[in-house]
């Protein structure tokens, strides 16, 4: 049961829900990482794996410590995503070490709230007991499901709804809601049912969840009562995956389908999700709690979509390509500029973004599909020959959708990723000279065959012009050019049309006919080789 607090405000508001909730107040703070329900899902994939082995790492002593010290709300959040992926060692180390901290997560007794009790650290510190296969009722000397139920109110509107019990007020939200229902429903409490009906109503007629709760004292509860509620992907997707393992009720089902309609139909082309008001622009964040949902309720194309596009954010390293520090292999940066960022300088530069962005999106990495069959076929041929100085483009497969890719040519390397189709295209410079230039293209799935597989470059040059007789009007004359490419392709003209086109031989010579027209006296004869740098100009004279 609970009874009705007084709103936090002010600096100790924003002290009591660092150090209940686990946030950090620098960069962005999404919705926590959510509680993994049964559900159908690909095995874990390289991508996962080699997550999983970052965010391991990033623990100390069981606990990811923070800016103020352990962050315990974040060490759940790592520990979740690594029971979803099936790496069980973090997650023990964390259910050991919060156990042996857990007074100082779920109350404010560290820093005077005498006899508080936070709803929504207790949800999450039980669901956490639950993913490490741990007793929930006596977890770190507390029975967190009792806790629970203490502060889940018993009556009236507010009925089913978790309450803070502090002296600075009441910050509950949807989040801790939905760890409540989770938590509660595993533990077969006599509160699981009101719970999850008061979470139901938070639910939005568009099929979003909200993640402001009415005020325990007012008379409207629901979301529907609150028309200026604005969508939340992350609540969204959390409510969802704590929902699941109640998919076969009747009450619940209706209230699932909707919330994951409106999931998929936010879902950007590129596979990407943005997440509330404040991070509306697309993130890891959002699109691995959205992808994660979709996938564990069923929806896997969608789910892989929102992979590849999270694959596209984690660093990897492909062949000789090593645009990463070692260390920081496997992470997921929150956005484009955060991996701009952590390519330039390191994980270092924005570890908190990259800790939260890696521990809600690794799961979603599930769904990560491997190398395609085969490429489409490429919409033109390649050029037989290319400009030297210039940038070539070439197109590389079959991939993974999101696989990075290392190119090799010239000398030069780089390291692209693979769009949807399991396809990508690179940019090299050539060298200034002329050289024919094997590429080389290897993905962590393996080598691949770049199209095309060897690049023919030209630098500019001035070819040899012979007339073997003396032009005369109405004759034809033959032409003998020199210091052509082997099999370049060229083009004759005199007087400004073009009289002949035709292919140098093996030895790069050329041997061009044209019957000489016109009037009598100097003209210009000209040869052009498969650019405008290999030209030459001569003039003639033309007799009568």
């Known amino acids: 049961m609970s009874t009705s607090l007084v709103r936090r405000s002010g600096v100790l508001a924003l002290l009591s829900a660092l150090v209940a909730g686990g946030l950090s107040a620098t960069g962005p703070t999404p919705a926590l990482a959510a509680p993994t329900p049964t559900g159908t899902a690909a095995s874990p994939s390289g991508p996962a794996d080699a997550g999983a082995r970052w965010l391991t790492g990033q623990l100390t002593r069981g606990l990811v ?14 520990a979740l995503a690594l029971e979803a992926v099936g790496s069980d060692t973090g997650v023990q180390q964390v259910a050991d070490a919060l156990a042996a901290s857990l007074d100082a997560y779920v109350t404010g007794e560290a820093f005077g709230d005498t006899g508080s009790s936070y709803a929504g650290a207790t949800a999450k510190a039980a669901v956490l007991a639950l993913a490490a296969e741990r007793d929930p009722r006596a977890f770190g000397g507390r029975d967190l499901i009792a806790a629970l139920e203490q502060v889940t109110t018993d009556s009236g509107p507010a009925a089913g709804r978790i309450v803070d019990r502090s002296t600075y007020g009441d910050y509950a939200n949807t989040l801790g809601q939905a760890y409540a229902v989770r938590a509660l429903d595993a533990a077969g409490s006599s509160e699981a049912a009101a719970a999850t009906s008061y979470l139901l109503n938070q639910q939005c007629a568009a099929g979003f969840f909200r993640l402001d709760l009415g005020a325990v004292e007012a008379t409207e509860q629901t979301c529907d009562g609150a028309p200026d509620a604005d969508p939340d992907t992350d609540v969204t997707a959390l409510a969802v995956l704590s929902l699941l393992p109640q998919a076969d009720s009747d009450e619940v089902k209706p209230h699932l389908t909707g919330a994951l309609d409106w999931l998929r139909s936010t879902q950007r082309r590129d596979g990407s999700f943005g997440g509330g008001v404040a991070t509306e622009a697309a993130n890891a964040n959002s699109t691995g709690l959205a992808g994660w949902a979709l996938g564990e309720a069923g929806r896997t194309q969608a789910a892989a979509r929102a992979a590849v596009w999270v694959r596209g954010l984690q660093l990897a390293h492909a062949g000789t390509c090593t645009p990463y520090r070692r260390s920081d292999l496997g992470a997921i940066a929150y956005d484009a500029a955060g991996l ?17 962005a890696s521990a809600q999106a690794l799961p979603v990495l599930r769904w990560a ?9 490429p919409p033109m041929a390649p050029p037989r020959f290319h400009r030297a100085g210039t940038r070539v483009s070439l197109r590389l497969g079959p991939l993974a959708p999101g696989e990075p890719v290392c190119v090799t040519m010239a000398g030069d390397r780089r390291q692209v990723r693979a769009d949807h189709t399991g396809a990508a295209t690179a940019l090299i410079k050539l060298p200034a ?8 293209a290897v993905a962590p799935s393996g080598a691949l065959t770049p199209f095309p597989a060897r690049v023919r470059a030209l630098a500019a040059t001035t070819p040899v012009v012979e007339v073997r007789a003396r032009p005369t009007r109405g004759r034809t004359v033959q032409v003998r050019v020199r210091g052509l490419a082997a099999r370049e392709p060229a083009v004759l003209r005199f007087r400004g049309t073009v009289v002949a086109r035709g292919t140098s031989n093996a030895s790069g010579r050329w041997t061009p006919k044209f019957r000489v027209t016109g009037k009598a006296g100097r003209a210009r004869l000209v040869v052009r080789g498969a650019f405008a740098d290999r030209t030459r100009s001569v003039t003639v004279r033309v007799m009568q």
Do not use: C, F, K, M
């Not at 410590?65 to 790592?78: C, Y």
């Not at 599909?369 to 076929?377: N, S």
């Not at 000279?433 to 080389?440: C, K, L, N, S, W």
């Open 65 to 78: 410590e923070g800016e103020w010290g352990a962050d315990h709300g974040l060490s759940i959040d790592v």
């Open 340 to 356: 701009d960022t952590v390519t330039a300088s390191g994980v270092a530069e924005l570890r908190d973004q990259v800790r939260r």
């Open 369 to 377: 599909p491997a190398r395609v069959d085969a490429l489409p076929v």
């Open 433 to 440: 000279r002329t050289a024919t230039y094997a590429v080389r």
